[in-house]
């Protein structure tokens, strides 16, 4: 009865790692779409999006503005200017590119 229930206990957070692991994976790509289309309002369209491998070797996206190079960070509440984030960036795309790329089902 004891194993039973250690494995129902581990199969459970198994469950919870994958599903916020996925929670992340899927939230950066929003949060970089969601500043790229704000501050492409306020810079006149100059945004893109890169994206490539973190540490763990899961691909992260972020937004940032073409002209100053600066990174935009969003902090859940708001978007603001800031520090790159914890990813090495191998690719770079408008953010109509972005959108195509990763979410193909938007027209």
Not at 50 to 78: C, E, F
């Amino acid at each position: 009865m004891k194993y039973l229930i250690v494995g129902i206990i581990c199969l459970v957070i198994a469950v919870l790692l994958s599903c916020s692991l996925k929670y992340e994976i899927s939230a950066c790509r929003h949060r970089a779409v969601e500043c790229a289309l704000v501050y492409g309002e306020k810079a006149d369209g100059q945004v893109a999006i890169a994206i490539g491998p973190s540490r763990s070797t899961v691909w992260h996206a972020q937004a940032y503005l073409l002209k100053s190079n600066q990174w935009l960070v969003n902090t859940g509440n708001v978007c603001e200017i800031g520090k790159q984030e914890d990813f090495t960036p191998q690719i770079y795309m408008t953010v109509r590119e972005f959108i195509q790329n990763q979410f193909p089902w938007v027209r």
